[in-house]
């Protein structure tokens, strides 16, 4: 599928769609802060038979529940306007949640949060089928809930884990030079700038250590056995990647590489945006993600029958 955007691509959802929102507080420690949004006309409280399901999305790096460039506002607001909720919150000592006591590592405390959240759709709004979205980090506070809990019945994991296969490096040491526009950017003259002053031998300043950030992914077999938990209970998964994360994956086809058997063909879509930066800050793009996004959630079987009280 192609995902360029269209000229009549939004970064909003679509006009006319109204959403209810509220900020809510959850948590053991009734610290957790989030902002649900409620489809219109559509109970704020559990108790009634209708299907619902929610959209949870927590904190990108140190960016808080709105999101870089307001994403998560806007793509809550799209969900509602498909007839699902949407939960946005901050993860505990980030934005305006606050800490949380104990020993629990970042990572621990993080899935705790989410787990919590999860905990407080269902009992609030009766909500038992959950899609997570992470981007970058946030695939990393997503990806363990998602592959232990049951409610979880999907995820949208934005730039999130890659890992090199056979096709992957036959494409970029083939194709990428065939390609007119990397040319393009190497001999544009701030491109050489940059390539010169990366030559130039190192100060004894330049050795210093630099803070950097860096990510701890699972090992390939640790994430094809995890994918294969998810799917094997029918949990569909959307894969996302921009242009940013194109010197780690280069191919539609490379997720399937990598899973093999894992999943089935119909429960997991790959997305490629090749001209996104990795938060959409350009308006078309986003729109376009918007677009692939909303496709994907109504795309989903008809909902169980919640029983919450």
Request: glycine letters at 8%; proline letters at 7%; one cysteine or more.
């Amino acid at each position: 599928m192609s995902n360029e955007p269209t000229p009549n691509a939004t970064a909003g959802p679509p006009a006319g769609v109204s959403a209810a929102e509220r900020a809510v507080l959850f948590g053991p420690h009734r610290g957790l802060v989030g902002v649900v949004t409620q489809p219109a006309g559509a109970p704020a409280a559990a108790g009634s038979p209708t299907p619902r399901r929610a959209v949870v999305m927590a904190n990108i790096g140190l960016s808080h529940h709105v999101g870089p460039f307001r994403l998560y506002v806007d793509l809550a607001r799209a969900a509602a306007a498909l007839g699902w909720y949407a939960l946005r919150f901050d993860l505990s000592g980030l934005g305006d949640s606050l800490p949380r006591a104990g020993a629990a590592t970042t990572s621990e405390q993080a899935a705790a949060d989410v787990r919590a959240a999860l905990d407080w759709v269902e009992s609030s709004l009766g909500v038992r089928e959950v899609v997570l979205v992470g981007l970058c980090s946030g695939v990393d506070t997503m990806h363990p809930v998602a592959v232990a809990d049951p409610r979880v019945v999907g995820a949208v994991f934005v730039d999130g884990y890659t890992y090199p296969t056979l096709g992957y490096h036959v494409r970029r040491h083939t194709l990428r030079y065939l390609q007119l526009e990397r040319w393009r950017r190497f001999v544009r003259p701030r491109s050489l700038r940059r390539r010169f002053a990366r030559a130039a031998p190192a100060t004894p300043a330049d050795d210093a250590p630099q803070p950097v950030f860096q990510r701890e992914y699972p090992t390939r077999a640790r994430f094809r056995a995890d994918v294969a938990e998810m799917a094997a209970r029918r949990a569909r998964l959307l894969f996302v990647f921009t242009g940013t994360f194109d010197a780690s994956f280069n191919s539609e086809r490379q997720m399937a590489e990598v899973l093999g058997r894992a999943v089935r063909r119909d429960q997991m879509r790959v997305a490629v945006f090749p001209r996104a930066d990795h938060l959409f800050s350009a308006a078309a793009h986003r729109g376009a993600f918007f677009a692939c996004v909303r496709q994907w959630l109504a795309e989903f079987p008809p909902a169980a029958r919640g029983t919450a009280a």
